[in-house]
C-alpha cells in the first residue's frame, strides 16, 4: 500500500521568501510518480511539479522545484521568492507507475499562508 | 484550450435522493478519474474510466457508480444519499494512461446532503 505523509498541517512564509512544504512517502513499488498540486479555495486542484522516481535530476518548474531525496523516501516541495497569490492548500501525491492502478494517493495538504 | 468541466458546481440534496455529477474532460483526454474529498478523510479514489471502461475502483459502497460515454465525457452517481457522501468531488482527466502525463482536475462539485 502508498502513504504519503505531510507533517506540516499549516506554513507562514514572508512575501518574496522561500519555503520548503514536506513530503514523506511510503511504497514498495520500485517504479512511481510523486506529484504536487495546489488547491486554492476555489477548490480547483492545480497540479504544480511532477518526479519520477527513475529521473536522475530533481524536477523543477518556474518558481517550484522538488527536493527528491529518495533513500529518505522525501519529496519536498521548494517555493522560491513566494509570493501572495501562493496561499493555498498544498497536497503531495503518488502513483505506482507498474501494473494497472493508476490512482493518485494524496497526503493530508498543508496550508500555506503567505503574508505580506 | 478549455480546461477539466464539472457540472454543476454546488448541489444541496435530500438524504435518500439520488445525484449525478457530470464530468467534461480536456478534448482528446480519453481518461477520466473520480475523486472525493473530505475535511476527516481527506483525498479519496472513487474509479477511473479509459475509453469507456473502468479500469479501477476505490474502496467505497455500491452506491457510488460512474460511467464514460464515447466523447469521454464521464458521470458519477450516487444513490441512496446519506449525510456522508457530502464533500467536494473532483474529476480529473489524462491524455492517456501513460505514467509520465499528470492529471489536470476540474473545479469540483460541492455536494450537500441534508
Known amino acids: 500500500a502508498q502513504k504519503i505523509t505531510q507533517t506540516q498541517p499549516g506554513m507562514f512564509v514572508q512575501e518574496k521568501e522561500a519555503v520548503t512544504l514536506d513530503c514523506t512517502y511510503d511504497t514498495s513499488d520500485p517504479s512511481y510518480g510523486l506529484f504536487w498540486y495546489k488547491q486554492p479555495s476555489s477548490g480547483e486542484m492545480i497540479f504544480l511539479i511532477y518526479q519520477g522516481s527513475y529521473d536522475q535530476q530533481n524536477a523543477t518548474e518556474g518558481r517550484y522545484s522538488l527536493n527528491f531525496q529518495k533513500a529518505r523516501k522525501s519529496a519536498n516541495l521548494v517555493i522560491s521568492a513566494s509570493q501572495l497569490g501562493d496561499s493555498a492548500m498544498y497536497f503531495c501525491a503518488m502513483r505506482s507507475n507498474r501494473g494497472s492502478n493508476y490512482k493518485l494517493t494524496f497526503g493530508k495538504g498543508t496550508l500555506l499562508t503567505v503574508n505580506p | 484550450k478549455a480546461g477539466v468541466t464539472q457540472t454543476p458546481r454546488y448541489l444541496i440534496k435530500t438524504r435518500g435522493q439520488q445525484v449525478t455529477l457530470s464530468c467534461s474532460p480536456i478534448s482528446g483526454h480519453r481518461s477520466v478519474s473520480w475523486y472525493q474529498q473530505t475535511p476527516g478523510q481527506g483525498l479519496q479514489f472513487l474509479f477511473e474510466y479509459f475509453s469507456e471502461t473502468q479500469r479501477n475502483k476505490g474502496n467505497f459502497p455500491g452506491r457510488f457508480s460512474g460511467r464514460q460515454f464515447s466523447n469521454s465525457r464521464s458521470e458519477m452517481n450516487v444513490s441512496t444519499l446519506e449525510l456522508g457522501d457530502s464533500a467536494l468531488y473532483l474529476c480529473?482527466?489524462?491524455?492517456?494512461?501513460?505514467?509520465?502525463?499528470?492529471?489536470?482536475f476540474g473545479s469540483g462539485t460541492r455536494l450537500t446532503v441534508v
Open positions: 480529473a482527466s489524462s491524455l492517456s494512461r501513460d505514467r509520465a502525463y499528470g492529471y489536470t
